[in-house]
């Protein structure tokens, strides 16, 4: 038995809800240059659970559902006043997340109808976590969420009590479909294994935002615009990039498993990041970001990946730092959530082997005599 580190090349599973062939992204065997451009988050959300993009009908029944779910339970929005306000956002999300499960009365129905219906609430109500944390940390009280409006007007409503720029809503709004879902990511694979064991979705939800947070995966966002800030300056790139690379420092933002050429979302981030630049008259994060991509590009060959660019795009819409990768749960919780309920529709355990490389032939010694 011989291990492949990092699981790299290995085929995990079956899927239907997205893929990565040659380099192009699909949600449903739909390109997602495509959906950038034209979809909805909503539709998006549709797409990822029932394999097809919604009627009107449909579409209208999904946004009553989600809306009529964005309320918290009182108990959780409680829990999050005892936490310290300087939290890690992701820490409280992952914890947030878990106790909706006790206010749930149907947690532990496994039936795929109340799977749904889990899969709703998880989606309206982590937007509305995330919003009552940060303006709880900052001494306000938290704004319930507004009714009829989509997860992305609701998110910046909520967050400030006041309607929000509608430019703003639409480019968070194109980045919630670009970080929806992304075949075997290492949260999703994170949520598949827990549910795998037919524990319940908000376990397998809890285990994903988790494994989300880490720097090399969704926390990279953060970790991008923390680089950003302490170059501080275009001139200071040169300098700063090539130290990095040559103390052999991993550069946030770049690299990827799977694309070696290229990110198929960073463009439509980069383009985002170029116009709400243009239109707030502060190029300045989109400028040096333009650059360190040519420098790390050209000496290293490494490309962007989705977190370099939405991390100047999410600065320029005002959203505090540590709220980026939370972000990128609100999104992905649609994907997390359509491979558990693929994941539980064909369910085997997963339980891979390991390659032992220990100690061998050990014999016990009393503690007196060790
Ligand atoms: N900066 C500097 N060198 C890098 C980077 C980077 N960002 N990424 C890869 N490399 C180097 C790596 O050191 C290795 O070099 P060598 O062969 O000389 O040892 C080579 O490129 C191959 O990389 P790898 O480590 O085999 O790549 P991996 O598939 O294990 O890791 C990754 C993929 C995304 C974790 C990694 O590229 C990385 O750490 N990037 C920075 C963190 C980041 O931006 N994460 C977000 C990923 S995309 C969205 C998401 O999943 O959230």
Same mark, same amino acid.
């Not at 990565?20 to 988050?41: E, K, Q």
């Not at 285990?207 to 947070?213: F, T």
């Not at 680089?227 to 990095?244: F, N, P, T």
């Not at 939405?310 to 997390?336: E, H, K, N, Q």
């Given at each position: 038995? /011989? ?10 599973? /079956? ?27 909503? !539709? ?20 009553? %559902? ?38 749930? *009365? ?20 982590? *937007?509305?976590? @995330? ?13 319930? *969420?507004? %009714?009829?409006?989509? @997860? ?46 037919? =524990? ?72 985002? =990041? ?37 991390? =100047? ?6 959203? *505090? ?5 939370? @972000? ?16 539980? !529709? ?25």
């Amino acid at each position: 038995m /011989t291990a492949t580190k990092g699981l790299e090349g290995i085929v995990a599973a /079956t899927t239907s809800v997205s893929s990565i062939v040659d380099g192009v992204l699909t949600y449903r065997g739909y390109d997602i240059d495509d959906l950038a451009d034209n979809a909805t988050f909503e !539709e998006v959300v549709y797409l990822l659970w029932y394999g097809s993009l919604p009627s009107h009908s449909e579409l209208a029944q999904l946004k009553a %559902e989600l809306s009529a779910s964005a309320a918290v339970p009182a108990p959780v929005i409680d829990i999050l006043r005892l936490f310290p306000a300087n939290t890690p956002t992701m820490a409280v999300l992952r914890t947030a997340v878990s106790s909706l499960a006790l206010y749930d *009365p149907e947690a532990e129905d496994m039936s795929k109808e109340a799977n749904l219906h889990k899969a709703i609430r998880l989606q309206a109500q982590i *937007p509305t976590i @995330i919003a009552a944390f940060t303006r709880l940390r900052e001494g306000n009280a938290p704004v319930s *969420p507004k %009714e009829g409006a989509s @997860i992305a007007e609701n998110f910046l409503y909520m967050l400030t009590g006041v309607d929000p720029d509608p430019v703003a809503v639409k480019a968070l709004d194109k980045a919630l479909v670009l970080h929806a879902d992304h075949e075997l990511n290492a949260s999703t694979f994170a949520g598949r294994v827990t549910v795998a064991t037919l =524990s319940d979705i908000y376990s397998g939800v809890t285990s994903a935002v988790g494994a989300l947070k880490g720097p090399l995966h969704g926390g990279a966002n953060e970790a991008v615009m923390n680089m950003l800030e302490e170059i501080g300056s275009i001139d200071h790139i040169d300098d700063y990039i090539r130290g990095k690379l040559d103390r052999r420092e991993k550069l946030m933002g770049f690299g990827h498993r799977v694309y070696k050429g290229g990110d198929p979302r960073a463009k439509h981030l980069q383009k985002m =990041s170029y116009e709400l630049g243009k239109s707030t008259g502060n190029l300045k994060w989109y400028d040096m970001s333009v650059k360190i991509e040519g420098l790390v590009t050209g000496l290293k060959g490494l490309r962007p990946n989705v977190d370099f660019y939405s991390a =100047s795009v999410y600065t320029t819409l005002g959203i *505090p730092r540590d709220l980026f990768t939370p @972000i990128f749960a609100i999104s992905r919780c649609s994907g997390w959530t359509a491979h558990i309920l693929e994941q539980y !529709e064909n369910n085997r355990i997963i339980r891979p082997r390991a390659e032992y490389v220990g100690q061998a032939d050990q014999k016990y010694i009393p503690v007196d005599f060790r």
